[in-house]
């Protein structure tokens, strides 16, 4: 698999697939409506991307960027088979990629310059802005909009969307290069393979799920499959806990109306997390949450 997010004109976004899914989205576009791919990296590199343009009738623009709008630029391709294979290569960050191809600058003009955040605006949000990358769910963007709102009293906005995009920036790029110190595998990478496992066996599991507990048990039906047996989740405010060092709650029940349906979706979710390796503290209980303790929360960005 590609460690890349496509997305589409016509609002698709396909993440982490394979050549051959990604040579098929190219050759599929140039009709209206669905005309353009934008790629990205997993985890994103802001400013960083390649893009193509088809209309039929005509060729296919490829364009690349590696930051500043000094960085982009476009070149045209004939054929969707050569698009795809520059595509994949750059996906795969293979050296000298592009070998052969003629670029031209784009012409993109520069961003204007940022007015810089006095330092008691600019501390508050890089505090909060930390705590949810530690979270590991946001994207570049909505970071920046909750960087831009989070400080707004009285309709008054203290920071404008490029400080907030910036400032967002030079965090996640922080960030990004943490994890390439991570192990392969980490606690947060655990649960998520559990959790794989379990919506696919019937349970619907969602992470990062509503605000609280309230609102994810009356959301969750309606949030995975029509025949789920069960669910399990956990909400934002619980990865606020396991990001800053605490345990993380887990909320599960049946969709039966069997007497112990609960209890049982309770003991399948123990057994998964357990075999991927987690500890896990529950005690039978159908009323009581399964807790995991010793966390070493490390999310890792997409983007």
């Avoid at 890089?126 to 009285?154: F, H, M, N, P, W």
């Avoid at 405010?237 to 909320?251: D, F, I, V």
Wanted: charged share 30%.
């Amino acid at each position: 698999m590609l460690d890349i997010k496509v997305e589409t004109e016509n609002s698709e976004t396909h993440t982490r697939i394979s050549d051959r899914t990604l040579s098929d989205l190219v050759h599929r576009i140039g009709m209206k409506g669905d005309r353009f791919l934008v790629v990205q990296r997993i985890p994103d590199l802001p400013g960083t991307f390649v893009q193509v343009w088809f209309d039929h009738g005509e060729g296919y623009q490829l364009e690349r960027r590696s930051g500043s709008a000094a960085t982009h630029y476009r070149t045209m391709v004939d054929a969707p088979e050569r698009v795809a294979e520059l595509m994949t290569r750059w996906a795969r960050q293979e050296p000298g990629w592009d070998a052969g191809v003629e670029w031209e600058r784009a012409d993109v003009p520069e961003d204007e310059p940022v007015p810089e955040l006095p330092a008691e605006i600019r501390e508050q949000l890089e505090k909060r802005i930390r705590e949810l990358l530690r979270c590991g769910y946001g994207t570049v963007q909505d970071l920046s909009r909750t960087a831009e709102d989070y400080l707004v009293k009285d309709g008054v906005h203290p920071v404008t969307h490029a400080q907030a995009r910036q400032l967002v920036e030079r965090l996640w790029l922080e960030r990004v290069e943490e994890q390439r110190q991570w192990p392969d595998v980490t606690d947060a990478d655990r649960l998520t393979q559990a959790f794989a496992r379990l919506d696919w066996g019937g349970i619907t599991a969602m992470e990062h799920f509503t605000c609280c507990r309230s609102c994810g048990l009356a959301e969750i039906r309606g949030a995975g499959r029509e025949d789920a047996r069960g669910f399990v989740f956990f909400h934002t405010q619980g990865t606020e806990r396991a990001a800053s060092g605490h345990g993380l709650a887990l909320y599960y029940g049946g969709f039966g109306r069997a007497e112990d349906a609960t209890a049982a979706v309770g003991r399948e979710v123990v057994q998964a997390l357990g075999e991927a390796g987690l500890t896990v503290e529950w005690d039978g209980s159908p009323d009581k949450a399964i807790e995991l303790t010793g966390l070493d929360w490390r999310k890792r960005l997409v983007g």
